[in-house]
T-cell receptor
């Protein structure tokens, strides 16, 4: 079946603008994660969804970042008033196991965000 | 701070040689996972090893886990040019999320 899909694949925006990043997880996967990867770095955890609720949003860097998930499926990550330090690849992953990191994550190819 | 740290940061070997990457972590875990990332792509899951396991194999991959030393190693035998990628270890933190290390960049020269 289809894997995790993220859109857009690339986004260039001006500093101060808002952006929305979308993630379509694998059908039936209840757990959804957002990570951020800066150039040449590892992955920074942002937020985790179980169904439509977010039990752990501890990784969101500031109140300019928010995320929601509707219908237990699609998730959007919104960054308001973007700053240059927000430039990174934003990765989404889903998992079929509820409330646990004890199973493999399936990643999308990410959205490369560039703030000019 | 990151839960997992990979070592070395970069590794360059000839095709056919074995590649060993190490991961150290700080707190107790339920499982440890290894992922591969090709340039410009998302991460692909390789192996999951649980805290009560010491060794696991998958094809040319061998993963060991030493919970007393809080470390794991990933061995790729008979490497191929296609194995060129970044490799990350990830550990579960409080069971809810995976925390990734900074990765090892592996280059296999043909």
């Amino acid at each position: 079946g289809a894997g995790v899909s993220q859109s857009p694949s690339n986004k260039v925006t001006e500093k101060g603008k808002d952006v929305e990043l979308r993630c379509d997880p694998i059908s039936g996967h209840t757990a959804l994660y957002w990570y951020r990867q800066s150039l040449g770095q590892g992955l920074e955890f942002l937020i985790y969804f179980q169904g439509n609720s977010a039990p752990d949003k501890s990784g969101l860097p500031s109140d300019r970042f928010s995320a929601e998930r509707t219908g237990g499926s699609v998730s959007t990550l919104t960054i308001q008033r973007t700053q240059q330090e927000d430039s990174a690849v934003y990765l989404c992953a889903s998992s079929s196991v509820q409330g646990s990191a004890n199973s493999p994550l399936h990643f999308g190819n990410g959205t490369r965000l560039t703030v000019t | 701070s990151q839960q997992g740290e990979e070592d070395p940061q970069a590794l360059s070997i000839q095709e056919g040689e074995n590649a060993t990457m190490n991961c150290s972590y700080k707190t107790s875990i339920n499982n440890l996972q290894w992922y591969r990332q090709n340039s410009g792509r998302g991460l692909v899951h390789l192996i999951l090893i649980r805290s009560n396991e010491r060794e696991k194999h998958s094809g040319r991959l061998r993963v060991t886990l030493d919970t007393s030393k809080k470390s794991s190693s990933l061995l790729i035998t008979a490497s191929r040019a296609a194995d060129t990628a970044s490799y990350f270890c990830a550990t579960d933190l409080y069971g809810n999320k995976l925390v990734f290390g900074a990765g090892t960049i592996l280059r296999v020269k043909s």
